[in-house]
């Protein structure tokens, strides 16, 4: 006879034991039916009747009662030693973030993680690349898109926000474009934001843009580096505008079509460090969202810069006292 498979063992050791399917599927975190399909298959393997099933519940048969006495003790057993392993693996959390948004504002934040929660083991993977939950190595991951994903759980921490940034050395001798000479101006990225800007703030779109870059951590630096203008996500752009790396310079923004979300597979809803960090990262997004850090940034004041504006400012003095 073929080995019956352990799954449905557990299975069954589980329903008996309960007493209930509704109880035992619960435990096992499957459906009513999923539970009741192992447990008739067992019975087809095996040749007999396991359950008598009545208004109560279900009440092993004498071979259900046999095979659960010598089957649930050695289940018992293996769980026994599996235990020290898992608490392990709760321990190590295995974490994916593109790099961009984990730079900016994750890193800065996990301190606060980390000093909450000492016991846990934090394994954090910056990279754009495509990851597959199915190899185990990670409980979550922080993404930027449209909300759907197929086979995981997307929940949303906050909305971004799209607003044109520069270098101050590109503004150096000239003052900050107005909203209608933006497309004067070297810009960077011809890629959907651009056009939708002009169509919702005016002004002339450029007949070209003189860069396009495939991801949000090249433009950055492209942008720093007074390559050209950016469209920029607030999110990311704000500690480069706080250090002043960067100079917003409209107060007009633009709600981008993505945002950025916590996403994880189902078997992370029994991890407990995930559920920890989880929990944390929620409470953390939302206090983000209440500043108003998430969409709002000071704005470059509307004059010359460098030495035309000291130029403008004496020159201004000088005909003052002439008067």
């Not at 599927?25 to 067992?42: D, F, G, N, P, Y």
């Not at 951590?217 to 790396?245: F, K, N, Y």
């Amino acid at each position: 006879m073929d080995r019956a498979p352990l799954n449905a063992l557990q299975v069954f050791v589980t329903a008996a034991r309960a007493g209930n399917m509704t109880r035992a599927a619960e435990r096992l975190h499957l459906t009513v039916s999923a539970l009741s399909h192992q447990v008739r298959l067992l019975e087809q393997r095996l040749g007999v009747t396991l359950f008598v099933r009545g208004p109560r519940g279900l009440k092993p048969t004498a071979e259900g009662a046999m095979l659960l006495q010598r089957v649930g003790a050695h289940l018992d057993a293996i769980d026994d030693a599996l235990q020290p392993l898992r608490a392990r693996r709760d321990c190590v959390l295995g974490i994916s973030a593109l790099p961009s948004l984990a730079s900016s504002w994750l890193v800065p934040r996990l301190p606060r993680f980390v000093e909450q929660h000492p016991d846990f083991e934090f394994n954090l993977d910056s990279s754009v690349e495509r990851i597959d939950f199915a190899d185990g190595r990670f409980d979550g991951a922080l993404r930027y898109g449209p909300g759907h994903w197929d086979g995981v759980t997307a929940e949303l921490l906050f909305e971004e926000w799209l607003t044109p940034v520069a270098s101050p050395a590109l503004l150096q001798g000239r003052r900050p474009p107005r909203l209608d000479e933006l497309g004067d101006w070297p810009l960077l990225s011809p890629d959907d934001p651009w056009p939708r800007w002009f169509g919702q703030f005016g002004g002339k779109e450029p007949k070209r843009y003189i860069a396009t870059f495939s991801d949000s951590d090249t433009l950055q630096r492209a942008t720093v580096e007074g390559m050209g203008i950016s469209l920029g996500r607030a999110t990311l752009m704000r500690p480069l505008v706080e250090s002043g790396r960067l100079v917003v310079l409209f107060p007009e923004r633009m709600k981008a079509r993505y945002a950025h979300y916590l996403v994880y597979p189902e078997r992370s809803v029994r991890h407990k460090g995930f559920q920890a960090f989880r929990d944390w990262l929620h409470a953390e997004a939302a206090a983000f969202r209440a500043s108003g850090a998430a969409d709002a940034m000071p704005v470059a004041a509307r004059t010359q810069g460098g030495k035309d504006a000291k130029s403008a400012r004496l020159a201004r003095t000088a005909r003052s006292r002439r008067t």
